[in-house]
């Protein structure tokens, strides 16, 4: 099973601020099969990135995924009131399971 | 638009069983892979189990294996999920989440139910 490392747990930041938000998988993820959620509290996840760096529909550019291997990224260029949420990453190289990370907390400073 | 509504949460004593269901619509039901995925009260996301188009198993957590039946109708547009022997640590939203990948199964999820809350507790 490949267990994904979040970090950092928390992230406090400012409205405009660049933030990159990062993955750690304990093997390769096999073909980048590594997907970017966000959840905002009392709601269902929303697909932002998939194939470790493809924007889903409808996602703004502001968002960026990168990477390969055991390492990814997730940038939000500038940040606006409404990305203020938990991102979870996910890996689907090898399954079953497909796992999830832990999370990382944006909250505003 | 395409929408998934789960149903079928409660409360069940521990050693219970509950049947999740899933209605699919605004999507050609048949065509694409679906899973469960659970959420734990403040905790991360968890797969729980996944189907193929065709009802053929995409495979089980090891936390759920044997206990868990995962199938679907597609008659229905609907996705099941029969959990026995529930556990106190099972507690959770269920979401129904449908498979957005085209050459892996199973893969991500571009369309996730609002869940269905399962709470184990005597």
Known sequence: EIVLTQSPGTLSLSPG????????ASQSVSSSY???YQQKPGQAPRLLIYDASRRATGIPDRFSGSGSGTDFTLTIRRLEPEDFAVYYCQQYGSSPPLTFGGGTKVDIK | EVQLVESG??????????????????????????????????????????????????????SVKGRFTISRD??????YLQMNSLRAE???????????????????????????????SS
């Open chain 2, 74 to 79: 597609n008659a229905k547009n609907s996705l």
């Open chain 1, 34 to 36: 590594l997907a970017w």
């Open chain 1, 17 to 24: 601020e660049r933030v990159t938000l990062s993955c750690r």
């Open chain 2, 90 to 120: 099972d507690t959770a939203l269920y979401y129904c989440a449908r498979d957005g990948g085209l050459v892996v199964e199973p893969a991500y999820f571009d369309y996730w139910g609002q869940g269905a809350l399962v709470t184990v």
């Open chain 2, 9 to 62: 949460g409660g409360m069940v004593r521990p050693g219970g069983s509950l049947r999740l269901s899933c209605a699919a619509s605004g999507f050609s039901f048949e065509d694409y892979a679906m899973s469960w995925v659970r959420q734990a009260p403040g905790k991360a996301l968890e797969w729980v189990s996944g189907i193929k188009w065709n009802g053929g198993s995409l495979g089980y957590a090891d």
